[in-house]
């Protein structure tokens, strides 16, 4: 039986005055935080139409290009499509729930759907995972209504959330799975089961997988090995333990410990849908704590289990009603305020001032930092170099991010360990985008753009002895230092001449003294190394907030360098170190950024990455 409607008019007039300014604070977002890589790539994927790519079902790519065609090559143009679905996914919810236990359960489910930071931020991103969410909701509704009853509606429905799901991810595989041993497990879901009208939605479901199965045949299995295998240790960490942990922080405490026990209760309980919304939860939950043990820690995988969350959301209304006021009050005002740190946080990354302060930190955000600058660099440095120079990107993140820039889809990369890290190394090849290691010339001019901070720096050198091993010896570059040089960028003007000769690379060096944060005096020692492969240094300035303040004694003994860069071949070792004394007068105390300037032997000159020192009061 239906509420009353002056039971529901206060659930439902907050659940839509939430939903408006959620879509309105995220589009506000959306409009300015710059482009993250894999936003970038995908945009390169949908300028490529193709039924599925490496990484990927095509339907991301799709929407891209669906997003550019309406509004025009902007960020906010390209995540539109994602808005749009995202705020489809907690009406779904409120529907989908009021059917199966009220209107008042539809709308609070709803509301915290909103609230669900994973669930809340969708659609912020041109990512795969609104699309997943929305499909695992059709999937779970359409299952619940066929517990009930089968009827064309329902297979309908089903095999529209199995075809989208199949079109958006390789992950939603754990959806399927999960959905259907949760239907197994109920006798009116096998009944259903058995029902013509789901096969035929099921069929069409898997067919779905065609472009993705026919793309893996195609491809000597690349994107399965990759997904499956590849990026996975499939050796045991204890690493895992922290999914619970993490999990709680990001679905905030009382609302992970409130869906917990709604999954403990509804698998226990009399009604069908309860058993049924409990089991697909708890299992897609559980199984990516499992996981956890097991596979890839390198790369961001907080946002799998959130088709577990969906299917528990239901379920939450029932725990919640037995809480006494302020525990329900704190759970709204813990997952509010968490959705709104999340989105403070794309913010602060869309505010340059507030993410360079962030240089120093852990939590810097590089894949979204950086490429409207460097954008604007190649662009005027274009403007300066012969008509006809084309660009040469280092890896698949720089070819993209500038491509969508530049307008330019088709920007040529170098092989790079993270193009095949990510899973984009099949795809460059496949576009005929991907230049051949072997090749030392580029026959005609060139800007080549070298992310020097995508790579580890204890792998940094032989990153530039590879470039010589493509290239040749490298030019002098022109450097951008983005944050301080925590995101740095290395560009250099290929005359399209083969080059002969030792390797020649960019500066490296480091300082030993201070150390990264260190409280100083007005006076203090600055000491180091440095080193110019092929060339040698002929000096180190020390800089303190970009400008000069002393001139470093050059060339003390330090074998040690050569002992660990054991490939460099500056004809200076061991005579690579560098001390200066640096006498401060007018400076401010507090936070300053100390760091170098080296000019090679050359005539090249190089601003090294800068690092934070706190300066003492007088």
């Known amino acids: 039986m239906r509420e009353p409607k002056q039971d529901t008019g206060g659930a439902a007039r907050g659940f839509w005055m939430l939903w408006l300014s959620l879509l309105a604070l995220k589009a506000a977002v959306a409009a300015r935080l710059p482009l993250f890589v894999d936003e970038a790539f995908y945009w390169q994927e949908g300028q490529h139409p193709a039924a599925a790519y490496s990484d990927l079902p095509g339907l991301t790519a799709w929407l891209t290009r669906l997003g550019v065609e309406l509004g025009g090559a902007q960020a906010w143009a390209l995540r539109l499509p994602f808005l749009a679905i995202a705020a489809l ?225 239901p379920l939450l209304p029932g725990v919640l009603a037995a809480w006494p006021r302020w525990a329900r009050g704190l759970a709204a005002a813990l997952a509010g305020a968490a959705v709104l740190a999340v989105l403070g946080y794309y913010v602060a990354v869309s505010v340059p001032s507030l993410r360079a302060r962030s240089a120093g930190e852990k939590w810097y955000p590089s894949n979204f930092a950086g490429w409207d600058e460097l954008a604007e660099r190649v662009q005027r440095r274009l403007r300066e170099l012969p008509p006809g120079t084309r660009v040469l990107a280092d890896n698949f993140k720089i070819g993209a991010e500038l491509g969508f820039a530049l307008g330019d889809a088709r920007i040529e990369v170098l092989d790079h360990p993270i193009n095949h890290k990510h899973g984009r190394a099949p795809q460059l090849r496949l576009w005929g985008l991907e230049r051949d290691r072997r090749i030392d010339t580029v026959a005609e001019p060139a800007l080549l753009v070298v992310g020097a901070t995508e790579v580890e720096y204890k792998h940094l050198l032989q990153r530039y002895h590879d470039l010589c091993a493509m290239l040749g010896p490298l030019p002098p570059p022109q450097a951008l230092n983005v944050d301080h040089g925590r995101q740095r960028f290395l560009l250099f003007a290929l005359d399209g001449r083969a080059r002969r000769g030792a390797c020649t690379t960019p500066a490296m060096a480091w300082v030993d003294a201070p150390l990264a944060g260190a409280r100083v005096g007005r006076e203090f020692e600055v000491a180091g190394w440095a080193f110019k492969d092929g060339i040698g240094l002929a000096r180190v300035e020390v800089l303190l907030d970009g400008r000069p303040v002393a001139q470093a004694q050059y060339g003390r003994e330090l074998p040690g360098v050569r002992g660990f860069w054991r490939i460099s071949n500056d004809p200076q070792h061991p005579r690579v170190g560098f001390a200066a004394r640096v006498r401060l007068d007018a400076q401010a105390p507090g936070r300053h950024w100390l760091g170098l300037r080296l000019h090679g032997r050359d005539g090249s000159i190089e601003d090294w990455a800068e690092q934070p020192i706190e300066l003492a009061p007088r």
């Open 89 to 313: 996914v907690p009406l779904l919810l409120v529907r989908m729930t009021a059917r199966e236990f009220g209107a008042r359960a539809g709308w609070v489910a709803g509301c915290f759907g909103l609230l669900l930071p994973l669930a809340g931020t969708l659609g912020l991103l041109a990512l795969p995972d609104a699309m997943m969410a929305l499909a695992t909701l059709l999937c779970l509704d359409a299952g619940a209504r066929l517990l009930r009853e089968v009827d064309a509606r329902a297979a309908v429905e089903l095999a529209a959330g199995l075809a989208l799901g199949a079109l958006s991810h390789y992950r939603f595989i754990a959806v399927i799975a999960v959905g259907g041993v949760a239907l197994l497990c109920l006798p009116q879901g096998r009944r259903a089961l058995r029902d013509v009208r789901v096969l035929v939605a099921a069929a069409i479901g898997a067919s779905a997988w065609a472009p993705l199965v026919a793309w893996n045949m195609d491809n000597a299995d690349a994107g399965l090995r990759f997904q499956l295998v590849d990026r996975h240790p499939w050796a045991f960490h204890i690493d895992g333990l922290w999914f619970v942990v993490v999990q709680a922080l990001l679905v905030t405490p009382p609302l992970f410990a409130a869906l917990a026990l709604g999954a403990w209760r509804g698998a226990r309980a009399a009604n069908p849908a309860a058993r049924y919304f409990a089991l697909s939860g708890a299992l897609i939950v559980l199984g990516f704590f499992v996981l956890g043990f097991f596979a890839d820690t390198e790369r961001v995988s907080f946002h799998w289990p959130l088709p577990g969350y969906l299917a528990l959301l």
